[in-house]
T-cell receptor, first 111, second 112 residues
Framework: DAKTTQPPSMDCAEGRAANLPCNHS???????VYWYRQIHSQGPQYIIH???NNETNEMASLIITEDRKSSTLILPHATLRDTAVYYC????????????FGKGTTLSVSS | ETGVTQSPTHLIKTRGQQVTLRCSSQ?????VSWYQQALGQGPQFIFQ???????GRGNFPPRFSGLQFPNYSSELNVNALELDDSALYLC???????????FGSGTQLSVL
C-alpha cells in the first residue's frame, strides 16, 4: 500500500501557484519523497525529489516539513498543461526499489 | 519525450491467450521496470530488470514474466490472460543507482 495520503482533487487558476499537499507520517529516515505527474494518455513524468531539505528545479519546488511527516509540491505559475494526476511517493533511496503509487491528486488548471 | 518507446500502443486479446509487450529503453539506460495501471488507479510495480536479470518483483503471479536483452530493450510476457489483466502497461527505464525513472506512454491491453 502507498505510504502517502493526498487529496483526490484540487483546482487552480491559470497563472496562480498550485500547492499540492502530501502526508507521509510514517516516513523512515532513509526514505525520500518523490513527486511524479501523469498527464492523460501519457506515462508518469518525474518532477522532483528530496530527503529533508527544500528542493527547487525548473519544474517545481518541494517543501518538506522539519519533522518530515508532510510535504508540499509547489508549481509557481500553473498553466493549462499542468493539468494532470500528481503522485507523491516515499521510497528508499536505493536502486532496485519500486515506486509505490497511490491514487494521487488530480489537479485541474482552468483559465 | 522520454526516449522510451513501447509497442504496440493498443492490443485486444481473448481470455486465455498469451501476449508480449515490448519496450525500447532510453539510450544508455541499463535498468528497465514494468508497471500495470488499472483504470482510475496508480501504476503498480510488476518487476525490474538489470543486466538481463530480474532485480525485484511486485505482487504479480508467475504468469507475468519478462526479458531484458543485451541492448537493454525489454519484453513483458503474460500467459493465460484474465479479464482483470486489462490495463495500461507502462515501461520505465533508468540508470542503475539513479533516482529518476523515465516512462513510456504505455500499451493499452484489453482482454475480452
Amino acid at each position: 500500500d502507498a505510504k502517502t495520503t493526498q487529496p483526490p482533487s484540487m483546482d487552480c487558476a491559470e497563472g496562480r501557484a498550485a500547492n499540492l499537499p502530501c502526508n507521509h507520517s510514517t516516513i523512515s529516515g532513509n526514505e525520500y519523497v518523490y513527486w511524479y505527474r501523469q498527464i492523460h494518455s501519457q506515462g508518469p513524468q518525474y518532477i522532483i525529489h528530496g530527503l529533508k531539505n527544500n528542493e527547487t528545479n525548473e519544474m517545481a519546488s518541494l517543501i518538506i516539513t522539519e519533522d518530515r511527516k508532510s510535504s508540499t509540491l509547489i508549481l509557481p505559475h500553473a498553466t493549462l498543461r499542468d493539468t494532470a494526476v500528481y503522485y507523491c511517493i516515499v521510497r528508499v533511496g536505493q536502486a532496485g526499489t519500486a515506486l509505490i503509487f497511490g491514487k494521487g491528486t488530480t489537479l485541474s488548471v482552468s483559465s | 519525450e522520454t526516449g522510451v518507446t513501447q509497442s504496440p500502443t493498443h492490443l485486444i486479446k481473448t481470455r486465455g491467450q498469451q501476449v508480449t509487450l515490448r519496450c525500447s529503453s532510453q539510450s544508455g539506460h541499463n535498468t528497465v521496470s514494468w508497471y500495470q495501471q488499472a483504470l482510475g488507479q496508480g501504476p503498480q510495480f510488476i518487476f525490474q530488470y538489470y543486466r538481463e536479470e530480474e532485480n525485484g518483483r511486485g505482487n504479480f503471479p508467475p504468469r507475468f514474466s519478462g526479458l531484458q536483452f543485451p541492448n537493454y530493450s525489454s519484453e513483458l510476457n503474460v500467459n493465460a490472460l484474465e479479464l482483470d489483466d486489462s490495463a495500461l502497461y507502462l515501461c520505465a527505464s533508468s540508470l542503475k543507482d539513479t533516482e529518476k525513472l523515465f516512462f513510456g506512454s504505455g500499451t493499452q491491453l484489453s482482454v475480452l
